[in-house]
């Protein structure tokens, strides 16, 4: 399936091209809030912040809040989440060396093709 040439550049983003996280905190939700909720439960981005030093930001911690899918809405059935009391904070590690590609690891590339 080809996708819009005009939107190449957005497809061909890497970590380069963006600003990365310092550290994202995930939480556990549940769709539990009706009664005729699906039931999933699983980790939602909670918030992704970056570190910048120099600057106060009104988010609590001081650092700048990033741009990130933060809707409570479950992925399933589409109803709102309920975020439980479990919660974590994640730093990336050194190694950003990406799955896809290294030995051992099946994994399929599909070349990325573009039309008018």
Not at 23 to 36: E, G, R, S
Not at 47 to 58: M, T, V
């Amino acid at each position: 399936m080809p996708f819009p040439l005009k939107f190449k550049k957005l497809i061909e983003t890497d970590l380069k091209d963006v600003e990365a996280p310092d550290y994202i905190w995930l939480n556990y939700a549940v769709c539990a809030c009706d009664t005729d909720s699906c039931g999933w439960g699983g980790w939602i981005i909670e918030a992704a912040y970056k570190i910048l030093g120099e600057k106060e930001f009104p988010t609590g911690t001081g650092d700048s809040l990033l741009n990130a899918d933060y809707r409570q809405v479950c992925p399933r059935c589409g109803k709102g989440l309920f975020r439980t009391g479990a919660s974590v904070r994640y730093t990336p590690s050194a190694d950003q060396t990406p799955v896809h590609g290294m030995p051992g690891i099946d994994y399929d590339v599909a070349e990325i093709q573009y039309e008018e």
